[in-house]
C-alpha cells in the first residue's frame, strides 16, 4: 500500500483508571472493562489494528462480518500514509451474542503527526463460530468524524505539504497542495524560529462534511473558508494541526484569496507553540493575517473594505477587537471588522516597529500564563508604549489608512 507504514500497534490491555467498585478485582488495578468477553474483544481489535497497519486485507476480513451497508474503513484509509493505529477498549455492553464496543482510537500520520490523533469510536459487534466479530465502527456520540468516515480518502503529497481529501479529485487536491507548499516557505521566512515546515490539510466534500471534521454544526462555519485544529502552548504531545478546508467557501475564491486563506492558516500552525491562553485572538488572527498578506501589495483599502466603510461613516471602533468579535456564528459585518481590524494593527507594529519587533511581541505575548497583563507587559517590554497609547495610535492608523 503506497505510503502505509508498519509503525507501531497496540491495543490496551487494561484501563488506566481504577474504579471503585472494581478496586479488588485481579489484574490491571481495576479493568474498567471486566465483562468476560473483553478480552477476546481486545484481542479482536489487536488483530485489526495489525491488519491495517500491514495492509493485509485478508487478515482485516477475518476481524468483521460487516452489516449491510457498513463502510469498508480498510478501504477508505488504504492511500493514507499511517505510522500507528491502535484501539483501546473502554466499554462494553453485551447481550446475548452481540454487544458494543467503547474504544479509543489513536493514530499518527507519518512525517506528520508527533503524538496520536485520538478519536472515540462504537464498534458493534457480533458473536459466531466462537468468536467475535466487528460488523461495523463508528464515530461515538457528539464526537467528531475521521476523514475516512465521510468516504474514501484521496492523498497528494507535497513538498512541505500532505493534502487528504473526499470527494475531491485529484486535479483538485493538486492544486490544494500546490498553495500550501508555496504558503510554508512564505510562512517560515516571515516567522522565524523552530517550527516543522509542514501542514496537513482536509478537504472533505461538504460544509455539512467540514462539521462533521469538527464535531460541530455547519451554521458556525458558512462564509469561513478554513479553520486550523491544534493545541495552544505547544506541549510536544500533541500532533500536527490539522488545516480544514471549507470546499464552499473557499470554492469561491480566486487564487489569490485561497492562497491567503492556506496562508494564514500555516501561519496558525508554525505559531502553535508560542499561542498561550494569554493571546488575544486581534494579535493570533491579525498576525496569519498579515503574513498571508505580506509582500502582496494589497492596499488597506482593498483587504480592509467593511471597516473602510466604518471609518468614512465616522464610525472607527473605539477598541481593538474583543475575542467575541471573532465568533463564526455571528455577524457577519462584525466578523469581517474584527479581522480587518486585528489585521491592520499588526501592520502598524511591523510598518513602525519593524518586523522583527512584531513577532517578538508575538512571543512575549504568548509567554505570559494568563491573559491578564500579557498585552500590557509586552507592549512596554517589546514596543516601548501603553495599552492606551497604541490604541490611539492604532485609530489614528485606520482614519489615514483608510479614511
Known amino acids: 500500500m503506497a505510503g502505509r507504514g508498519r509503525g507501531s500497534w497496540v491495543v490496551a490491555l487494561c484501563g488506566t483508571l481504577c474504579l471503585a467498585l472494581l478496586a479488588l478485582l485481579a489484574g490491571c488495578g481495576g479493568d474498567p472493562v471486566p465483562d468476560a468477553a473483553a478480552d477476546d474483544v ?162 472533505p466534500h461538504s460544509l455539512d462534511d467540514m462539521a462533521g471534521l469538527l464535531g460541530s454544526s455547519a451554521s458556525g462555519y458558512r462564509g469561513i473558508a478554513a479553520v486550523t485544529t491544534g493545541e495552544a502552548g505547544g506541549s510536544g504531545r500533541a500532533p500536527a494541526d490539522r488545516i480544514i478546508v471549507n470546499p464552499e467557501a473557499y470554492g469561491v475564491l480566486g487564487d489569490f484569496g485561497r492562497q491567503v486563506v492556506l496562508t494564514h492558516e500555516a501561519t496558525h500552525v508554525a505559531t502553535r507553540a508560542q499561542t498561550s491562553a494569554a493571546t488575544p485572538l486581534w494579535l493570533s488572527e491579525g498576525f496569519a493575517d498579515w503574513v498571508g498578506y505580506r509582500g502582496t501589495g494589497r492596499t488597506a483599502a482593498q483587504a480592509a473594505p467593511e471597516l473602510r466603510r466604518a471609518v468614512q461613516r465616522g464610525e472607527a471602533p473605539d477598541a481593538l477587537p474583543e475575542d467575541d468579535d ?39 505575548v504568548g509567554a505570559h500564563d494568563k491573559r491578564a497583563g500579557a498585552v500590557g507587559d509586552a507592549l512596554r517590554d517589546v514596543l516601548d508604549t501603553t495599552p492606551g497609547d497604541f490604541t490611539a495610535r492604532w485609530r489614528t492608523y485606520l482614519r489615514a489608512e483608510l479614511g
Open 42 to 203: 481486545r484481542r479482536l481489535l489487536e488483530r485489526r489494528a495489525r491488519a491495517v497497519l500491514a495492509d493485509d486485507a485478508t487478515a482485516y476480513e477475518r476481524t468483521e462480518r460487516p452489516a449491510q451497508g457498513a463502510p469498508d474503513l480498510f478501504d477508505r484509509v488504504d492511500d493514507v500514509p499511517l505510522d500507528s493505529w491502535e484501539y483501546r477498549l473502554t466499554g462494553l455492553e453485551r447481550t446475548g451474542a452481540e454487544a458494543t464496543a467503547s474504544a479509543e482510537l489513536l493514530y499518527r500520520i507519518k512525517g506528520q503527526d508527533r503524538a496520536p490523533v485520538t478519536a472515540e469510536r462504537t464498534l458493534s459487534l457480533r458473536r459466531g463460530d466462537g468468536r467475535w466479530y466487528v460488523t461495523s465502527e463508528r464515530p461515538a456520540k457528539k464526537s467528531g468524524q475521521q476523514l475516512w468516515d465521510q468516504g474514501r480518502v484521496r492523498v497528494e503529497r507535497g513538498a512541505h505539504s500532505l493534502v487528504l481529501g473526499v470527494g475531491q479529485s485529484a486535479a483538485e487536491l493538486r492544486a490544494h497542495r500546490e498553495l500550501a507548499d508555496r504558503a510554508v516557505p512564505h510562512v517560515r521566512d516571515a516567522w522565524p524560529g523552530g517550527w516543522p515546515g509542514k501542514v496537513v490539510v482536509l478537504v
Open 326 to 364: 471573532f465568533g463564526f456564528a455571528g455577524d457577519a459585518t462584525r466578523l469581517s471588522g474584527a479581522y480587518e481590524g486585528a489585521w491592520l494593527a499588526c501592520r502598524m507594529i511591523a510598518e513602525q516597529w519593524g518586523e522583527r519587533k512584531l513577532t517578538d511581541f508575538y512571543r512575549a
